[in-house]
């Protein structure tokens, strides 16, 4: 049967078959859209899990160097924390917020950067000042890679959920809404086709009734005419006398 299965509740007339394939046409469009934005945001997606199998190996080596780098300093100067807290007024690694647009997404993006002076730039070569500043080297430069990180897992995980849902629209376009609307304009298309071969079959038999009584309206026309013709012929009245009979004289 043509136009079976789901379809939208609407009138078979031509409007609404001109207005079906406009929106047909839209979502058509619209999947298309769709289908590229997922592409691109898939396609980011794994630029940003490898930027993160990469960043998360280089963390492990950095800790690693940074743990072995405030080891050296424990040994050549005790414990050094409660310096370092007294020392530190104000923050001087700091991080600031963007975003980055990719297919209409706001990703957000985290920079490091250094405000202030180095707290500890006067720190002598005595009692293992060199070990020191190379910790704090170290542990700043960790702290870039975990800023970096931190930018890449919380981009990962609105790519993911924006993925999701994106691909969720594709399919339920491509698989419910087009077939749909394609099933409703087979479906007016159907009807319509039907509504033609009924105003046919209709004009034709109006047109056979019309021919009818148009044979019969000429029939009884030449009838009246018939009659009126034999009634109105001119009667010989000398005719009774054009034969006449033989006299014969004895």
């Known amino acids: 049967m043509s136009g079976a299965g789901p379809r939208l509740a609407v009138f078979p007339t031509r409007m609404a078959l001109t207005a079906m394939k406009n929106r047909l046409k839209g979502a058509q469009t619209g999947h298309s859209l769709l289908k590229r934005k997922s592409e691109a945001l898939t396609r980011r997606f794994r630029e940003i899990v490898k930027k993160i199998d990469e960043a998360k190996r280089k963390m492990g080596k950095v800790m690693q160097v940074a743990s072995f780098s405030y080891a050296e300093v424990k040994y050549s100067t005790g414990d050094i924390g409660y310096q370092v807290r007294e020392s530190a007024k104000s923050a001087q690694l700091k991080v600031r917020a963007k975003t980055e647009n990719v297919s209409g997404v706001q990703l957000p993006a985290f920079d490091m950067f250094i405000d202030g002076q180095n707290a500890f730039e006067l720190t002598g070569l005595g009692r293992g000042g060199q070990q020191v500043q190379k910790c704090k080297d170290t542990y700043a430069k960790a702290c870039e890679v975990l800023v ?63 021919k009818v009584v148009r044979d019969e309206n000429d029939r009884a026309r030449e009838a009246v005419e018939g009659w009126a013709t034999a009634d109105t012929a001119p009667v010989n009245l000398l005719g009774q006398y054009d034969v006449d009979d033989d006299v014969i004289f004895r």
């Open 148 to 210: 970096e990180l931190a930018s890449l897992q919380t981009a990962f995980v609105i790519l993911d959920e924006v993925i999701k849902v994106t691909n969720r629209r594709v399919n339920a376009i491509e698989h419910v809404i087009i077939p749909r609307i394609e099933n409703t304009i087979r479906w007016i298309t159907s009807e319509l086709d039907e509504q033609d071969r009924e105003e046919f079959f209709r004009l034709k038999k109006v047109q056979n009734k019309k």
